[in-house]
């Protein structure tokens, strides 16, 4: 069956750092991929997405792009800030009406002022 | 923008006590999903429903059960409670027959058994 393989955590960093929180997945066809971010004590929250194969998501200085030769769909941020502590979800959902989403493991990430 | 909606926030019930979580989609949302996350896990998806009818069922003990509406809300229903069902419950709903798109999850319920 699908499923998602993702970095794990605690990821720990300073702030100003680069971050990298690599995901992989295994899908038949060609799901859509996602990331959520769940801060503490909250629900979760679509960060981005990508539906196709060299997509790149983008959205509050994280990027993260579809790559199919690799099943990959790393994420990236050039300068983390505090504000950015809190669990991250790569996500992936088949492209069939009311398929289910799939998540990896989350990776919590730290940033020390 | 109108979110989806699940109510209550938090419950505490005593073991072999039943509880009903509800779950209000954002409107034209037809697919209604519930996943439960244990502390310190990913959500794992429970079960969903397209249309009113159920679509998919995962790892939903059979102690639980859900419906949802001809208004397309959904319920939760958890009998016979266990220490272990303690977690956050996820409602989320997505748009009429668009696959692949994103799911819109709400604040979740946290239920806490005693």
Redesign the interface.
Known sequence: GDSVTQMEGPVTLSEEAFLTINCTYTATG???L?W?VQYPG?????LL?A?KADDKGSNKGFEATYRKETTSFHLEKGSVQVSDSAVY?CAL??????????????TRLSIRP | AAGVIQSPRHLIKEKRETATLKCYPIPRHD?V?WYQQGPG???Q?LI?F?EKMQ??K?SIPDRFSAQQFSDYHSELNMSSLELGDSALY?C?S?PV????????????TRLTVV
């Open positions: 060609y799901p859509s996602f959520y909250e629900g979760l929250q679509l997405k539906t979800f959902r088949g492209y069939s009406s009311a398929s289910k989403i799939i998540f990896g493991s989350g | 697919t999903y896990q990913d959500p998806f969903s397209y679509s998919d995962g996820f989320a997505s027959g668009t696959g692949g798109t994103e799911a819109f999850f709400g604040q979740g």
